[in-house]
Nanobody, 114 residues
Framework: QVQLVESGGGLVQPGGSLRLSCVAS????????MSWYRQPPGKQRELVAR???????RYWDLATGRFTISRDNDKKTVYLQMNNLKPEDTAVYYC????????WGKGTQVTVSA
């Protein structure tokens, strides 16, 4: 059984930064593709960034240049460093682990507002 627990969300002013963390239980983390998604209010869930088992990263347009995904396999943790946050980044951010099956965390709220 894999469980994912996100943390690090909160209220931040435009231009500010946050670092999200997602800790995984179980023994599958190092072999899994890890991703961060987000779901803005009233909108569909969307992919933000992805990191492979080897550390290769991919960013979707909304994150390019502002967000950085990383992972620590020893700590079974994936991070999302978010800089220069904008009001449109307001969303619930979800951690995803994929290893043939998708696993999701419950999400952490990020609110960007003055």
């Amino acid at each position: 059984q894999v469980q994912l627990v996100e943390s690090g969300g909160g209220l931040v002013q435009p231009g500010g930064s946050l670092r999200l963390s997602c800790v995984a239980s179980g023994s599958v983390f190092s072999g899994a593709l890890m991703s961060w998604y987000r779901q803005p209010p009233g909108k569909q869930r969307e992919l933000v960034a992805r990191i492979s088992t080897s550390g290769s990263t991919r960013y979707w347009d909304l994150a390019t240049g502002r967000f950085t995904i990383s992972r620590d396999n020893d700590k079974k943790t994936v991070y999302l460093q978010m800089n220069n946050l904008k009001p449109e980044d307001t969303a619930v951010y979800y951690c995803n682990l994929f290893l043939g099956v998708n696993y999701w965390g419950k999400g952490t709220q990020v609110t960007v507002s003055a």
